[in-house]
């Protein structure tokens, strides 16, 4: 990413060597960076498990078997609803996530934080989506210093 956050170097950026806009040099200063896992690829391998892939359809098959007006899920609430009629959630493997982005400081000195992004796979039954094994970490955001 460009250290004044113009672009990120992905897509037609992948080769540049200098932001087109600042022109703020990639890769000569050093710089602060942050560590990305990417989503799809961990989606991708989830996929591929046949087990995990099962579980997967979760939101689907709760869809699917709803016959009652009681609120016992997210897709149960306005919100998703809302989407579904904009042609969301169409396919029965779309995935449905929640976000979250909390900061802590690291040290007693206060000298030094981190921001981290948690997405849940709402996709997974209530009883395992929350489990420290099924949150996704794309990325951690490093303090200032």
Known sequence: MCENSCICYTGQYISYQSCPVCESARLDARKKVMPYLSIIDRLNVQYKNETRAKELLYHYEYIRNKNNNDLDDIFDGKFYKELVNDE??????????????D??????QRTDDCWLFLIINNNLHPSLRVKK?????PFLIPGPN
């Open 133 to 137: 094994e099924n949150l996704l970490v």
């Open 103 to 108: 900061g802590y400081q690291i040290f007693k």
């Open 88 to 101: 969301l959630f169409s396919d029965k493997r779309d995935i449905a996530f929640t976000a979250s982005c």
